[in-house]
């Protein structure tokens, strides 16, 4: 009987561990940027999520990465309210995409496919890469 406890409650805490970070929500694109076109002299805010659902806010500027613009492209660097996290994003016409830092975890957001208007905000699996002994014999 102990066995067989230890056994499920073994599988629940590795299914907890091994699943990502993530969290999905609502996000309007088209009126951010009908709001941010409108409202050009004022310093714009982003409001989204982070993995664990908590609302961030976002203080952000445009950043140009190019002499020539790209039309319906625009690329945003900013730091959070509270002053912790720094993000970067691009907006186009129709999605949002990008990734913020957070205390050393680098912390991606994008469209969910197929779903209008569904974002999702998540910390990817770490892989590891190269070999494990990667030295000549």
Do not use: C, W
């Not at 066995?3 to 996000?27: D, P, V």
């Not at 309007?28 to 805010?45: A, C, S």
């Not at 892989?127 to 494990?132: T, Y």
């Amino acid at each position: 009987m102990k066995k067989t406890i230890l056994l499920i409650l073994l599988f629940f805490f590795a299914g907890l561990y091994s699943q990502n970070t993530e969290y999905q929500f609502k996000f309007d694109v088209k009126k951010f940027r009908k709001e941010y076109i409108k409202n050009k002299k004022y310093p714009p805010q982003l409001k989204i999520f982070g993995p664990d659902g908590r609302e961030l806010i976002f203080n952000i500027a445009e950043s140009k990465t190019s002499e020539q613009p790209v039309q319906n492209i625009n690329t945003f660097k900013g730091v959070s309210a509270d002053g912790t996290k720094i993000i970067s994003f691009i907006l186009t016409k129709t999605y949002l995409s990008g990734s913020y830092a957070d205390q050393g975890t680098e912390i991606y957001f994008g469209p969910v496919a197929n779903k209008k208007d569904v974002y999702k905000v998540y910390i990817p699996v770490k892989i590891q890469n190269g070999q494990e002994q990667d030295f000549v014999k």
